[in-house]
């Protein structure tokens, strides 16, 4: 970013949403062409997710898991889904075409519909919060009586579990829809790899020459995962395979081939 | 969608809700609202997957500060502010695993641990309580230079402790 040094104070601020008015508009321009300030400003979100990955609290209830899944399943049952989008940041133009009289119209009523559309948020937000700590609570009750159960119930069958002899396994799964060239790609338990060293997925077709489909390096705890890597379009796969390449990665895959699966 | 991405995302949720619960409930204090936002962040990663671009950092990372996006939104009360698109990351440890993230977490602690005051409580008004620099300096008086300066030096800090 050398040559840019006026900019630095203010990309670490609208890394963390705290630049406005004429200075944000400013860097906004500058970034729009400057590759370097671009960089920087990844960078700098990349160190604010440290901010957020440190957050430590309890998990999420169970039922939140049920109640996502629940709604994916509705809206699967839906013809398209329709991505949600952020508000656009200027709708001045759009709305040229409103006559004047038209305007100032439908300004009082969305200025109407606004403020009781403020205080019925508000509203809801009060009698959610209340309904939430009565849920917590009762939950909270439930728990204890069923720790307690399981504690002093002469019938208990009781497990003492030991470390096993042999390391846990590495395993990957892949879960890919050709139609949308769409691959979602979960690992655990993968040895770590010197550091000029990646694991390279490859997706090997019907016919043809395996076709990359990803680098990942595990975290310390074994995991990784690849989403969505480039693909061409409507590949039918026969299975997914893993090597071991350099950094940069490969366009054809170094032998051996560490880990393979066929589709199920 | 298809089935398949039904399952996927269910295995999704399952190694990273925690993180994004987590920030969420920091950031709001209140575990209805913060199952809202948990919600509504994987909601978002099934419509749109592809928002999340695979050569640019972990998904654990981008989902914790889609999270936090969210969550300061709804804090606000304001309309959700950026696109998930426009969340890019460079790399970023992905620490799927809870014991991975207890110690990220320790350390990053250690490391606010070890700032001036001053320096951190500018950097956490920022970016858990989403206040803007002009907000901070007048809640402590201090001038914007001052603040802009803070912030940026608290971002430099956190990244050193990682690199090394």
């Known amino acids: ?264 | 969608m298809k089935s398949g991405d039904q399952g996927a995302l269910a295995e999704l949720y399952d190694r990273y809700s925690s993180v994004v619960y987590a920030v969420a409930l920091r950031i709001l204090g209140d575990a209805g609202a913060a199952e809202d936002v948990l919600q509504e962040v994987f909601l978002q990663l099934w419509r749109n997957p592809a928002a999340f671009d695979a050569a640019r950092g972990s998904l654990g990372a981008w989902l914790a500060v889609i999270s936090r996006n969210r969550a300061i939104d709804f804090l606000r009360r304001r309309r959700p502010e950026t696109d998930i698109e426009d969340v890019v990351l460079s790399v970023a440890p992905d620490l799927a695993g809870d014991a991975d993230r207890s110690r990220a977490a320790e350390k990053v602690r250690g490391v606010l641990g070890a700032m001036p005051s001053l320096q951190r409580s500018a950097l956490e008004m920022a970016y858990f309580e989403g206040l803007s620099h002009s907000e901070i300096a007048s809640k402590t008086g201090e001038p914007l230079g001052t603040i802009k300066t803070r912030i940026r030096a608290g971002l430099m800090t956190l990244r050193k402790a990682f690199q090394t």
């Open chain 1, 1 to 264: 970013m050398s040559g840019h040094e006026q900019f630095a104070d203010d990309l670490a601020l609208y890394a963390v949403d705290a630049l406005e008015g004429q200075e944000r508009s400013n860097l906004e321009q500058h970034l729009a062409t400057c590759a370097a300030c671009k960089r920087e400003l990844e960078q700098l979100r990349g160190d604010t997710a440290l901010l957020a990955l440190s957050t430590l609290g309890p998990k999420p209830p169970q039922r939140a898991r049920k109640r996502l899944l629940d709604a994916v399943a509705s809206e699967a049952s839906r013809i398209s889904p329709v991505p949600l989008r952020a508000a656009p940041k200027d709708e001045s133009r759009s709305r040229s075409w409103w006559g004047w009289l038209g305007w100032a119209a439908t300004a009082a009523v969305i200025v109407f519909a606004v403020s009781l559309g403020k205080e019925n948020y508000e509203l809801k937000q009060d009698l959610r919060m209340a309904s939430s700590i009565l849920s917590q609570r009762t939950a909270d009750l439930e728990q204890a009586r069923s720790v307690a159960n399981a504690l002093t119930n002469p019938e208990g069958q009781h497990f003492t579990l030991v470390a096993m002899k042999t390391p846990p396994q590495p395993q990957g799964k892949a879960i890919y829809v050709r139609n949308r060239s769409s691959l979602i790609f979960l690992a655990n338990n993968m040895p770590s790899l010197p550091s000029q060293k990646m694991y390279e997925l490859w997706l090997i077709p019907m016919q043809g020459a395996p076709v990359p489909a990803g680098l990942f390096k595990p975290d310390a705890h074994g995991s990784a995962t690849v989403i969505n890597p480039p693909l061409p379009a409507g590949l039918e796969a026969k299975a997914f395979a893993i090597t071991v390449e350099n950094e940069a990665g490969a366009s054809t895959p170094t032998m051996p081939i560490m880990m393979m699966g066929a589709g199920e």
